[in-house]
């Protein structure tokens, strides 16, 4: 079994900064891609950012310029740098990383005030 858990959410203002880590521990055979999505009340899960197990990333248009996702492979860990943090950007972040499965934390919840 393999364990996610994400940390580093709270409450910013608008304009703010988060850094946002996530480590996996367990049985992790070898992970492939690590991911970040979020999902504000009432709206669906997004797929916010994604960092393949070489390097490449992706990101949603919302966050281009903002949000920078990055991995340390020695440490089974992604992390997520969010600048100029918006109203919008308010949601519940959610880790997910790509094993033998998919495996998903329990996510942390992040709250920008204007």
């Known amino acids: 079994q393999v364990h996610v858990e994400e940390s580093g959410g709270g409450l910013v203002q608008a304009g703010g900064s988060l850094r946002l880590s996530c480590a996996a521990s367990?049985?992790?055979?070898?992970?492939?891609?690590m991911a970040w999505y979020r999902q504000a009340p009432g709206k669906q899960r997004e797929l916010v950012a994604i960092v393949a197990s070489g390097g490449q990333t992706n990101y949603v248009d919302s966050v281009k310029g903002r949000f920078t996702i990055s991995r340390d492979n020695a440490k089974n860990t992604v992390y997520l740098q969010m600048n100029s943090l918006k109203p919008e950007d308010t949601a519940v972040y959610y880790c997910?990383?790509?094993?033998?499965?998919?495996?998903w934390g329990q996510g942390t919840q992040v709250t920008v005030s204007s």
């Open positions: 367990g049985s992790i055979v070898s992970i492939n891609a």
């Open positions: 997910k990383i790509w094993d033998s499965r998919p495996y």
